[in-house]
């Protein structure tokens, strides 16, 4: 008991904490996917990882409070809910273990794949960027494309 007290109080703040922190990244990466340029979206598959990775830290936390601190937890559902049984108390801790656990399971199985495909998206318009850059070059040293970096003022005729 002495392990973690107020377990079911105390990791109410760090999910709410981390909940916000995945709304702004999600905000962010609306923002950077449609008009931000690539170092953004690079950015944004970088940030979407790490806060996923906290999350899932903090759930499987929560997970092991609900799975290994029942007398605990049970008690302060009973203080919280002082019309429950000890029965309804621990059906209610065994339903937030398994919702959790499903939440981190999904939350892995699609972190994984999102980060997989956004990475693939974002190497492939870097590549895109670098292709058509390449092009650019390429006419500019056959004589069919003036270079833009220099002023019309500077150029020979």
Same mark, same amino acid.
């Given at each position: 008991?002495?392990?973690?007290?107020?377990?079911? !109080?105390?990791?109410? %703040?760090? /999910? $709410? &904490? *981390?909940?916000?922190?995945?709304?702004?990244?999600?905000?962010?990466?609306?923002?950077?996917?449609?008009?931000?340029?690539?170092?953004?979206?690079?950015?944004?598959?970088?940030?979407?990882?790490?806060? !996923?990775?906290?999350? %899932?830290? /903090? $759930? &499987? *936390?929560?997970?092991?409070?609900?799975?290994?601190?029942?007398?605990?937890?049970?008690?302060?559902?009973?203080?919280?809910?002082?019309?429950?049984?000890?029965?309804?108390?621990?059906?209610?801790?065994?339903?937030?273990?398994?919702?959790?656990?499903?939440? *981190?399971?999904?939350?892995?199985?699609?972190?994984?794949?999102?980060?997989?495909?956004?990475?693939?998206?974002?190497?492939?318009?870097?590549?895109?960027?670098?292709?058509?850059?390449?092009?650019?070059?390429?006419?500019?040293?056959?004589?069919?494309?003036?270079?833009?970096?220099?002023?019309?003022?500077?150029?020979?005729?």
């Amino acid at each position: 008991m002495w392990i973690m007290p107020h377990a079911a !109080l105390d990791l109410t %703040l760090p /999910w $709410a &904490i *981390v909940s916000l922190l995945l709304l702004a990244t999600g905000a962010y990466g609306y923002w950077g996917t449609t008009k931000g340029c690539i170092w953004h979206k690079r950015q944004f598959v970088s940030a979407s990882w790490g806060f !996923l990775l906290m999350y %899932l830290c /903090w $759930a &499987i *936390v929560y997970i092991a409070v609900e799975n290994n601190h029942i007398e605990k937890v049970n008690n302060d559902c009973g203080e919280r809910n002082p019309d429950w049984d000890e029965g309804a108390c621990e059906l209610s801790r065994q339903s937030t273990v398994t919702i959790a656990t499903v939440f *981190v399971t999904a939350g892995m199985v699609l972190g994984i794949y999102f980060t997989l495909v956004l990475s693939r998206w974002v190497s492939g318009l870097e590549w895109k960027a670098h292709l058509e850059e390449e092009q650019r070059l390429e006419k500019w040293r056959s004589g069919q494309l003036e270079n833009s970096m220099i002023p019309p003022s500077d150029r020979r005729l």
